[in-house]
């Protein structure tokens, strides 16, 4: 299908992304300008998070860039997939939240159990996901102005070509940004009716779980367990390492995760750590989950679903056998330096094909930070420190140290804190933090009301990190990222000096101009 000259609109690329869904045997969408030059300046191998960005920045630049995505839509696996449906279920999950614990009280209708529906949420993505597709699709080609093959399979020939939808492409310079997918673990029985990853829970899911296990103690496995328990559907966490524990989530502070894994466990989700699943039984669709605990005794657990959540793996084999020169990691992870070039001089690697972290920001700089160097900018992106996140029912956001890992790198380490930490004090009446989405919980049950730190060098008197859990303050940490990772970092001087929308979701600004006239800092 030759789109180049025609100007959908959205509703249009909605009905063709939806039909090519439904129909594998459906032809390429092709929008390519057949009159330049047939060389391009860099192929973009998968349209995701990466590629879009890297090809959009390259175009800005002046170049030609060529996307060829298998699916028929740009963006690739977080609109389609991942962050998006997980936002609406997260999103969903603390409305249920705030519901559950106020049950036919005040305004709130009795909890309903049976119109508080996975099944449901996932069908009203599932339905509605193609409109952002068909925004991406449409934006790509007539604002940005980027060339592309959607519907197509990428295979690559060499270092310079690739084929796809039956024709041969040559670029100066390869972008690899093929993503990752579930690395399912091997657990006997995970090929059953009833086992779901994020990815499949959206394709398959076609009944209504009454009771989950979830496997894995990451951002996937809380997220998504949040989300089920929420709904009423009684969950068990099974997770090796404790749970936020596991390698991929840096600089998550230990008393964050005593608070939000209390929290978990306070609305009733279980959470077995140290724990491993050794089998998931039934006949044809799963109905028990046969764990070994901690302490070597095995425990079977009853269920009608299970969740896998225990991470991701480069979509890259195919690549490396295409191009043997190609460096990767053990787990299959494209090799690059800081400019995403690769072992091989024209070939560039972006995203999760790279490995952790798996994130948006990453795979779009790692794009962008490609393609300038396609273009003869000299350009490194370290995204060794970056503000971070995941949802329980709250929204929790972290950057910087820790001040466990604060504590261990500096001897003056300073930590103003909300509710305080003072020995004693009868903080379960204290109805703080309070802000948008928490003033409920501050004047009925105050402890459900949120969590804030903040992590000070003393001497210096500048900030290390950051801890939030709540709600609304991802916004101000992606700006609490920028000032306190640049040279000069950010002092509580400084941040006590900020004007605050007063009830801010983080107190940081009122509680560091509480302190900052003090010659020597010290905790609150
Ligand atoms: C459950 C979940 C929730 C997440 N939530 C968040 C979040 O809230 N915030 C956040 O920052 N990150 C989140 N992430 C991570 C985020 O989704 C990824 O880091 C991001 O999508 C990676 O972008 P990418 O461009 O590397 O890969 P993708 O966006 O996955 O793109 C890869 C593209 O390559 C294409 N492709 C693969 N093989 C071929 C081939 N042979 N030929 C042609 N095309 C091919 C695919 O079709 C796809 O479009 C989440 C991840 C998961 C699993
Ligand atoms: N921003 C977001 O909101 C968001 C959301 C979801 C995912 N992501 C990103 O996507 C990537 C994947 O996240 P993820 O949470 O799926 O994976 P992850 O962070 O890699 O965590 C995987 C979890 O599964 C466990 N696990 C792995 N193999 C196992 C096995 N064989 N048996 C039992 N447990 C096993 C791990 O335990 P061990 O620790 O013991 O190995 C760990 O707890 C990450 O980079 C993440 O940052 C981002």
């Given at each position: 299908?030759?789109?180049?000259?025609?100007?959908?609109?959205?509703?249009?690329?909605?009905?063709?992304?939806?039909?090519?869904?439904?129909?594998?045997?459906?032809?390429?969408?092709?929008?390519?300008?057949?009159?330049?030059?047939?060389?391009?300046?860099?192929?973009?191998?998968?349209?995701?998070?990466?590629?879009?960005?890297?090809?959009?920045?390259?175009?800005?630049?002046?170049?030609?860039?060529?996307?060829?995505?298998?699916?028929?839509?740009?963006?690739?696996?977080?609109?389609?997939?991942?962050?998006?449906?997980?936002?609406?279920?997260?999103?969903?999950?603390?409305?249920?939240?705030?519901?559950?614990?106020?049950?036919?009280?005040?305004?709130?209708?009795?909890?309903?159990?049976?119109?508080?529906?996975?099944?449901?949420?996932?069908?009203?993505?599932?339905?509605?996901?193609?409109?952002?597709?068909?925004?991406?699709?449409?934006?790509?080609?007539?604002?940005?102005?980027?060339?592309?093959?959607?519907?197509?399979?990428?295979?690559?020939?060499?270092?310079?070509?690739?084929?796809?939808?039956?024709?041969?492409?040559?670029?100066?310079?390869?972008?690899?940004?093929?993503?990752?997918?579930?690395?399912?673990?091997?657990?006997?029985?995970?090929?059953?009716?009833?086992?779901?990853?994020?990815?499949?829970?959206?394709?398959?899911?076609?009944?209504?779980?009454?009771?989950?296990?979830?496997?894995?103690?990451?951002?996937?496995?809380?997220?998504?367990?949040?989300?089920?328990?929420?709904?009423?559907?009684?969950?068990?966490?099974?997770?090796?390492?404790?749970?936020?524990?596991?390698?991929?989530?840096?600089?998550?502070?230990?008393?964050?995760?005593?608070?939000?894994?209390?929290?978990?466990?306070?609305?009733?989700?279980?959470?077995?750590?140290?724990?491993?699943?050794?089998?998931?039984?039934?006949?044809?669709?799963?109905?028990?989950?046969?764990?070994?605990?901690?302490?070597?005794?095995?425990?079977?657990?009853?269920?009608?679903?299970?969740?896998?959540?225990?991470?991701?793996?480069?979509?890259?084999?195919?690549?490396?056998?295409?191009?043997?020169?190609?460096?990767?990691?053990?787990?299959?992870?494209?090799?690059?330096?800081?400019?995403?070039?690769?072992?091989?001089?024209?070939?560039?690697?972006?995203?999760d094909a790279i490995g952790a972290p798996m994130e948006m920001f990453k795979a779009r700089k790692c794009g962008v930070t490609a393609a300038r160097n396609i273009m003869g900018i000299d350009s490194e992106f370290d995204f060794s420190e970056y503000p971070d996140?995941?949802?329980?029912?709250?929204?929790?956001?972290?950057?910087?140290?820790?001040?466990?890992?604060?504590?261990?790198?500096?001897?003056?380490?300073?930590?103003?804190?909300?509710?305080?930490?003072?020995?004693?004090?009868?903080?379960?009446?204290?109805?703080?933090?309070?802000?948008?989405?928490?003033?409920?919980?501050?004047?009925?049950?105050?402890?459900?009301?949120?969590?804030?730190?903040?992590?000070?060098?003393?001497?210096?008197?500048?900030?290390?990190?950051?801890?939030?859990?709540?709600?609304?303050?991802?916004?101000?940490?992606?700006?609490?990222?920028?000032?306190?990772?640049?040279?000069?970092?950010?002092?509580?001087?400084?941040?006590?000096?900020?004007?605050?929308?007063?009830?801010?979701?983080?107190?940081?600004?009122?509680?560091?101009?509480?302190?900052?006239?003090?010659?020597?800092?010290?905790?609150?």
């Open positions: 299908m030759d789109v180049r000259s025609e100007h959908y609109n959205l509703a249009k690329w909605y009905d063709i992304i939806e039909s090519a869904l439904d129909d594998p045997d459906s032809e390429p969408i092709v929008n390519i300008a057949e009159e330049a030059a047939s060389e391009y300046d860099a192929i973009f191998v998968g349209g995701g998070a990466g590629g879009r960005f890297g090809a959009a920045f390259l175009r800005a630049l002046g170049g030609r860039p060529l996307i060829i995505d298998a699916w028929p839509f740009l963006g690739g696996s977080c609109p389609h997939q991942a962050c998006v449906p997980h936002h609406l279920f997260s999103d969903v999950a603390a409305e249920m939240d705030l519901w559950r614990w106020y049950s036919g009280r005040f305004f709130f209708p009795d909890w309903d159990p049976d119109k508080a529906s996975i099944l449901e949420m996932v069908q009203l993505f599932r339905d509605g996901r193609s409109y952002a597709h068909a925004f991406m699709n449409w934006q790509t080609k007539e604002q940005l102005n980027v060339e592309f093959m959607l519907n197509a399979r990428a295979r690559i020939i060499d270092s310079r070509t690739v084929e796809a939808g039956g024709r041969r492409f040559t670029g100066q310079n390869m972008v690899i940004g093929t993503g990752a997918h579930v690395k399912v673990p091997q657990i006997p029985g995970l090929e059953m009716h009833g086992v779901y990853d994020f990815a499949t829970l959206i394709e398959d899911l076609d009944y209504e779980p009454g009771k989950c296990v979830v496997i894995g103690g990451g951002k996937t496995a809380v997220e998504y367990g949040s989300f089920f328990n929420a709904t009423g559907c009684e969950t068990t966490i099974v997770t090796r390492s404790g749970i936020m524990q596991t390698p991929s989530l840096h600089h998550v502070d230990d008393d964050v995760r005593d608070y939000v894994t209390e929290g978990m466990r306070k609305r009733g989700i279980t959470i077995l750590e140290g724990a491993e699943p050794v089998e998931v039984r039934g006949s044809g669709t799963v109905s028990e989950v046969v764990v070994r605990l901690r302490s070597g005794e095995t425990l079977t657990l009853g269920t009608d679903f299970v969740f896998v959540g225990t991470g991701e793996a480069p979509n890259t084999g195919w690549v490396l056998d295409a191009l043997p020169g190609l460096k990767s990691d053990d787990a299959g992870a494209i090799i690059v330096d800081r400019r995403m070039l690769t072992s091989i001089p024209n070939v560039y690697a972006i995203g996140f995941l949802h329980s029912t709250y929204e929790v956001t972290w950057v910087g140290l820790s001040e466990q890992e604060a504590r261990q790198q500096y001897d003056d380490v300073i930590i103003i804190q909300m509710p305080p930490y003072v020995k004693g004090l009868d903080t379960e009446h204290l109805p703080l933090p309070l802000a948008e989405r928490t003033m409920l919980y501050g004047f009925t049950q105050p402890e459900l009301s949120g969590f804030q730190k903040l992590v000070a060098d003393g001497r210096p008197r500048r900030v290390l990190g950051a801890h939030h859990v709540g709600y609304g303050a991802k916004d101000s940490f992606q700006y609490l990222d920028y000032l306190i990772h640049r040279p000069q970092g950010l002092t509580i001087d400084e941040l006590g000096d900020m004007n605050e929308l007063f009830l801010n979701p983080e107190h940081f600004i009122q509680l560091s101009r509480l302190r900052a006239g003090n010659t020597k800092l010290v905790d609150l």
